[in-house]
Nanobody
Framework: VQLMESGGGLVRPGGSLRLSCVAS????????VAWFRQAPGKQRELVAA???????HYEDFVKGRFTITRDNAKKTVWLQMNSLKPEDTAVYYC????????WGQGTQVTVSS
C-alpha cells in the first residue's frame, strides 16, 4: 500500500487549500487515515484523522478551520484547510493513523503574505 499527497502550495493568510491523499492497494476502506504535518525544526504532529466509518478527529489548533473527508471508492482522503495562518506552514503528510507505513514525500504548504 502506498499513499500519495498533493495539493500544497503558497497561500496568503486567511486563504484556503485542499490537500488530497490517494491510496493504492486494497487496504483502505476499513483503515483510519490521518493528516500529519512537520514544520521546520519541529516534530511531526497529528492534524486530523478520519476512520473508515467516517468519524473525524481534529487537533485543537485546526478545529473549526480544517475539514477531513474521504471517499472509500476513490481511495482518497481530503483535507480542506480554510482560514490558514502562517503557523500552518509545514510539510503535510498522510498516513494510516494507528498503523503508519513508510512516510511519503508530503506536500508543502506555505502560508505567507
Amino acid at each position: 500500500v502506498q499513499l500519495m499527497e498533493s495539493g500544497g502550495g503558497l497561500v496568503r493568510p486567511g486563504g484556503s487549500l485542499r490537500l488530497s491523499c490517494v491510496a493504492s492497494g486494497s487496504v483502505f476502506s476499513s483503515s483510519a487515515v490521518a493528516w500529519f504535518r512537520q514544520a521546520p525544526g519541529k516534530q511531526r504532529e497529528l492534524v486530523a484523522a478520519i476512520t473508515g466509518g467516517m468519524s473525524a478527529h481534529y487537533e485543537d489548533f485546526v478545529k473549526g478551520r480544517f475539514t477531513i473527508t474521504r471517499d472509500n471508492a476513490k481511495k482518497t482522503v481530503w483535507l480542506q484547510m480554510n482560514s490558514l495562518k502562517p503557523e500552518d506552514t509545514a510539510v503535510y503528510y498522510c498516513n494510516f493513523w494507528l498503523t503508519p507505513i513508510d512516510w511519503g514525500q508530503g506536500t508543502q504548504v506555505t502560508v505567507s503574505s
